[in-house]
């Protein structure tokens, strides 16, 4: 069946470091991904997405990686920051517009 | 502009009770998504509305739960016979035609004494 996962449940790193956040996917037709943020108490907030035509897009201090051969979807963090503290979740849409499937999410914690 | 906004942004029930939650979506946007969020885990799809269409039910995890959306903007979910399980946080998000990315809002946070 179609799932979405991720490697790392947790994830600790130094303030000032770059951080890589990674996901699976197992459904080969989906044809966009999209990465979320989310902190304590709050709503998913968008971080940056990506169409299978792509294999790299850049927003501000993050960049999606899709390799589609493996089925894996990176969030890179560049100069993590304490305010990148928060569970980050990617997801899929199998293929089928309208359709996004979730991960789990990965911890992210940034140490000062 | 606005966002998405929920009301409550806490529920606290008594199990056997039915609750009703509310999502105001992003003016304009087509369609309208609600998922539940138990503690520490992912979002589980639950009820999708595209404008006229009759809506996605898929995801509704039993028949105590059900949702309308009225005119195409504001959207109601109830679920009834409230059960300690229920409790989660309630997430509510839209997006605009022919797009993908949703929009959320700040979830109501569900809890079934």
């Known amino acids: 069946g179609e799932s979405v996962g991720l490697h790392l449940p947790t994830l600790s790193v130094q303030e000032g470091d770059n951080s890589i956040i990674n996901c699976a996917y197992s459904n080969s037709a989906s044809d966009y991904f999209i990465w979320y943020k989310q902190e304590s108490g709050k709503g998913p907030q968008f971080i940056i997405d990506i169409r299978s035509n792509m294999d790299k897009r850049q927003g501000q201090r993050v960049t999606v990686l899709l390799n589609k051969t493996v089925k894996h979807l990176s969030l890179q963090i560049a100069a993590t920051q304490p305010g990148d503290s928060a569970v980050y979740f990617c997801a899929e849409n199998g293929g089928s517009q309208g359709n996004l499937i979730f991960g789990k999410g990965t911890k992210l914690s940034v140490k000062p | 502009g606005a966002g998405v906004s929920q009301s409550p942004s806490n529920k606290v029930t008594e199990k056997g009770k039915d609750v009703e939650l509310r999502c105001d979506p992003i003016s304009g946007h087509t369609a309208l998504y609600w998922y539940r969020q138990s503690l520490g885990q992912g979002l589980e799809f639950l009820i999708y509305?595209?404008?006229?269409?009759?809506?996605?039910k898929s995801g509704l995890p039993s028949d105590r739960f059900s949702a309308e959306r009225t005119g195409g903007s504001v959207s109601t979910l109830t679920i009834q016979r409230t059960q300690q399980e229920d409790s989660a946080v309630y997430l509510c998000?839209?997006?605009?035609?022919?797009?993908?990315?949703?929009?959320f809002g700040p979830g109501t946070r569900l809890t079934v004494l």
């Open positions: 509305f595209q404008g006229n269409s009759a809506p996605d």
């Open positions: 998000a839209s997006t605009p035609r022919g797009r993908d990315r949703r929009y």
